[in-house]
């Protein structure tokens, strides 16, 4: 007895729901999509290292392009966007930069493997103000299965667009991040170096 209320209340809310869909905005699609590699091996490793996906703030983190205006408050450039998540596409291009012979290898953490060396960052900073892109990271290099740490970096870089157009500013985004990702390898290659060899102690002479 109930039916013929029920199907007239059912297609009144589907054409609620119709019309909302149609008021909302729908989101546009990027105009181009930039990532950071792949880039060629520049840095030589002497002992094996995980590197570790990067954290960073839900902002910075996913694939949208962040932007600072004159007031200080932080937009997304809806016209560009990462192929991927920055942090994946960072953690790919210093995976990218590093070379080694043997066992002395770079291999992400979803690797699963044991190495020597680990490197753990965080990126603070991955934005553009104005026609200045900027970069900004802090990582340390932890030992193995002792997880103590070796030794703490921060890197700082920068990119200027060579236009005022987004995908210029994008580029230069593009830029300040390969910068970052360059000294971050660096730094790896120079910190994670093989353990000394053990002195052999010589029998005192009789």
């Known amino acids: 007895m109930f039916r013929p209320l029920i199907q007239p209340l059912v297609l ?42 990067p954290e960073a703030s839900r902002l910075l983190a996913g694939r949208f392009m962040s932007a600072e205006d004159e ?13 991927d998540r920055s942090t994946s596409l960072m953690q790919e291009a210093v995976l990218d930069l ?9 291999l992400p953490a ?13 990126i603070s900073d991955l934005t553009l103000k104005g026609n200045t892109a900027r970069c900004r990271l802090e990582g ?7 997880r103590s740490i070796q030794r703490q970096t921060s890197i700082s870089t920068s990119a200027t667009a060579s236009g005022n157009t987004d995908a210029a500013r994008a580029q230069a985004l593009v830029e300040a ?12 290659a120079a910190t994670a170096l093989p353990e000394p060899e053990p002195e052999s102690e010589t029998p005192a002479p009789q």
């Open 12 to 53: 009144a809310a589907a054409l609620a729901l119709s019309a909302c869909a149609g008021i909302i905005p729908q989101r546009d699609p990027a105009n181009a999509l930039y990532r950071i590699g792949p880039l060629e091996p520049a840095h030589q490793l002497s002992a094996s290292v995980t590197v570790r996906e």
């Open 71 to 83: 007031t200080g408050a932080i937009r997304y450039v809806r016209s560009i966007q990462w192929s």
């Open 98 to 106: 590093l070379n080694g012979e043997g066992g002395n290898v770079a």
């Open 110 to 122: 979803q690797a699963g493997a044991v190495t020597e060396y680990e490197f753990s960052w965080r």
């Open 140 to 146: 340390a290099i932890l030992k193995g299965r002792e």
């Open 177 to 188: 991040g390969q910068a970052c990702a360059g000294e971050a390898a660096a730094f790896i």
